[in-house]
């Protein structure tokens, strides 16, 4: 078997760090814009989640750092912003996203295979860890004035309204990574594969 080592250059870790914070800035941009889209879709709209999406996507491309960093900033830069969402209900979206952004990359700069399986395994941790901080916070919110939230509120608003969001996330993610991959921007594969010679030939070619 070939394998094919990648030279690198003291250039190419700036380049990357750059790479990242210009993308960085277009989730957020992104995560900005796209809830005027989705508020126009009819009974859905509120509830595709249009601000996961980048925040996650971030979180996968650039790194856990900016997945958080994004995902805390942007509900906030949006409601002082624009008025939208209630600054109330941004604080502890904030924390909930910083958590989406933080937890999909983490898991996934740790994952062996750069597959469709883990894919799905990072994002599922992700959308569950997050769900808990955004109840955490809410609950500590509510407490602090005064009103109460209880197990229904909180079914509601991390379970019961977020199923059409759950299911775009789970089904344009894949998709993008699918297309990135095809850019060189992300190693992505849709199988994951289990052979050592396989494995150590992704490892070289990777170079990292």
């Given amino acids: 078997m070939i394998r094919i080592h990648r030279?690198?250059?003291?250039?190419e870790p700036r380049h990357r760090k750059l790479l990242d914070l210009v993308?960085?800035?277009?989730?957020?941009?992104?995560?900005?814009?796209?809830?005027?889209?989705?508020?126009?879709?009819?009974?859905?709209?509120?509830?595709l989640?249009?601000?996961?999406?980048?925040v996650l996507l971030c979180g996968l491309i650039c790194?856990?750092?900016?997945?958080?960093?994004v995902g805390f900033a942007l509900p906030l830069v949006r409601?002082?912003?624009?008025?939208?969402?209630?600054f109330f209900t941004a604080i502890a979206m904030a924390f909930?996203?910083?958590?989406?952004?933080g937890i999909v990359g983490a898991l996934y700069a740790r994952s062996r295979w750069k597959c469709l399986v883990s894919?799905?395994?990072?994002?599922?941790?992700?959308?569950?860890?997050?769900?808990?901080?955004?109840?955490?916070?809410?609950?500590?919110?509510?407490?602090?004035?005064?009103?109460?939230?209880?197990?229904?509120?909180?079914?509601?608003?991390?379970?019961?309204?977020?199923?059409?969001?759950?299911l775009l996330q789970l089904a344009v993610i894949p998709a993008i990574m699918v297309a990135l991959d095809r850019t060189g921007l992300v190693t992505f594969s849709r199988r994951c594969s289990h052979a050592p010679g396989m494995a150590a030939a992704h490892t070289d070619i990777k170079g990292d």
């Avoid at 030279?7 to 250039?11: A, D, K």
């Avoid at 993308?23 to 509830?47: E, K, N, Y």
């Avoid at 790194?63 to 960093?69: D, K, S």
């Avoid at 909930?96 to 952004?101: I, R, V």
């Fill in 7 to 11: 030279i690198s250059t003291p250039r």
């Fill in 119 to 166: 894919l799905y395994r990072c994002l599922l941790a992700a959308m569950v860890g997050g769900r808990l901080v955004w109840g955490a916070a809410r609950l500590f919110l509510t407490g602090v004035t005064g009103d109460a939230f209880t197990w229904q509120l909180f079914l509601s608003g991390a379970l019961f309204t977020a199923v059409p969001g759950i």
């Fill in 23 to 47: 993308l960085a800035a277009m989730f957020m941009a992104v995560g900005l814009v796209l809830p005027f889209f989705t508020g126009q879709i009819p009974q859905i709209g509120s509830m």
């Fill in 79 to 86: 409601s002082l912003w624009l008025g939208m969402p209630p």
């Fill in 49 to 54: 989640l249009p601000m996961h999406l980048p």
């Fill in 63 to 69: 790194g856990w750092r900016y997945g958080a960093l």
């Fill in 96 to 101: 909930e996203l910083a958590a989406y952004g």
